[in-house]
């Protein structure tokens, strides 16, 4: 193991060494406020040989500050074996969005930095500025794996920002944002929440043997944000019992109760197990399979409902349920669509279609009369809505609604679907 080349090291030899542990705060640096829920990685790297030395691998360690924005990284597990192996660097990165990054062994604007310390560290992270360019972010940050995830979303920006910096032009649609005083701070991309990878047509039919085709499309039960997105996934030349639809919460402001309430509100008596994780849901009902989970450490939602000819029993639906589960790093952030979309127009005298679900696609109670709105939710987490020309329940059976209503809607208070509709 090399000595580090910590400030303090040739002083503070047990406090310094490379293995950790790493402690220290992270706030705000023009105001010294905590910020919580930072991401901060450790990254040890080794080199091994005795002639020739060259790079052998390196371990990591991942932890979110609390909300005193303290952070304590435990001691390198010594994962990276062999008979020459050696531990040689060690540093922090810390990331927090709507912030500058920061590493502790370098500073943006080039050269080592000076002042970290192991123990009692203190992080100031400056606030993202508009003239701040993602793609020279994410050079210098270097994001190691733990990382990926959050920072997937500035990937698309850093490519505009390479493409404008070669002399192209367009990109997203921009919205722009006033400071105080009405003075224009900047432009801001409008972006929105990206589920349609996390299970694709492809995946579907190697897994439920469906040979035919399907649309993916958002359902339009929900209003599609930087938190929620809904996903269709409709077989083309079958009835709705072979479609698929995916409802996926990520980071909602409201936080994660009520997207658990919600979700478990949609199931009704229906108790979670740990299928997937601590808090899933399953249930069968009018021919409709449907899974839902929480993951609170990631933050993430997930409603999966299948019809009972695409899933033939409630284990195919759970088996896509956990593909998902698995594939919850796909989750990205996109320009918003309805940004550059020209405004849709409509026959004067004529009702817009709804846009289908699977029939019965929200496992709840029984349908309420049409019209009939459910509470809203102060949380910012909105419900899920089924569409179709019956509701499934697993306390009641399956419930009629009339022909040719609007999109159903579900309160997470009252767990009641109100109006249906006829896929498309």
């Not at 899974?291 to 933050?299: L, N």
Request: contains cysteine; glycine residues 12%; negative net charge.
């Amino acid at each position: 193991m090399r000595p580090p080349a910590f400030v303090g090291a040739r002083d503070l030899v047990t406090d310094a060494s490379l293995l950790g542990p790493f402690d220290g705060q992270v706030v705000d640096a023009a105001t010294s406020e905590p910020i919580a829920e930072a991401t901060v990685v450790a990254v040890w790297s080794y080199d091994r040989g005795d002639g020739f030395i060259g790079p052998w691998g390196a371990e990591t360690s991942s932890v979110t500050t609390d909300a005193a924005g303290r952070y304590r990284i435990p001691p390198a597990r010594l994962s990276v074996r062999g008979s020459t192996a050696r531990l040689v660097d060690a540093y922090l990165i810390v990331y927090k969005r709507g912030y500058a990054g920061y590493r502790s062994d370098a500073v943006p604007t080039g050269g080592p930095r000076s002042d970290f310390t192991v123990r009692h560290n203190r992080v100031e992270l400056r606030k993202w500025q508009n003239s701040d360019s993602h793609a020279d972010h994410l050079l210098f940050l270097a994001p190691p794996r733990p990382l990926h995830k959050a920072v997937r979303w500035e990937a698309d920006l850093a490519n505009l920002d390479l493409f404008r910096a070669l002399g192209g032009a367009g990109g997203p649609v921009v919205a722009v944002e006033e400071e105080e005083g009405g003075k224009p701070a900047g432009p801001v991309v409008a972006e929105v929440l990206d589920a349609t990878a996390l299970l694709t047509p492809d995946e579907v039919r190697q897994r439920t043997g469906y040979t035919e085709a399907f649309e993916v499309k958002d359902l339009t039960d929900l209003k599609r944000t930087g938190f929620y997105h809904g996903v269709h996934l409709q077989a083309v030349h079958s009835d709705e019992r072979h479609d698929l639809a995916l409802r996926v919460w990520s980071a909602p402001p409201g936080g994660m109760d009520p997207v658990a309430a919600t979700i478990q509100e949609t199931f009704g008596k229906v108790k979670p197990a740990g299928d997937i994780t601590p808090e899933t849901w399953s249930t069968t009902a009018d021919g409709v399979h449907a899974i839902g989970f929480v993951d609170r450490e990631q933050k993430i939602g997930v409603l999966l409902t299948c019809g009972d000819q695409q899933c033939h029993d409630l284990d195919s639906a759970l088996i896509l349920a956990k593909h998902v589960y698995r594939n919850l790093d796909r989750l990205k952030q996109v320009p918003d669509p309805a940004a550059t979309a020209p405004a849709a127009t409509t026959p004067a005298g004529t009702t817009p279609a709804p846009s289908g679900v699977p029939g019965g696609a929200v496992p709840g109670k029984s349908a309420a009369p049409s019209g009939s709105g459910g509470a809203t939710n102060p949380a910012g987490v909105a419900s899920p809505k089924g569409q179709g020309n019956s509701t499934m329940s697993p306390e009641s059976g399956p419930t009629t609604s009339p022909k040719d209503q609007g999109a159903s809607t579900m309160s997470p208070e009252s767990g009641q679907p109100a109006g249906k509709g006829r896929r498309p």
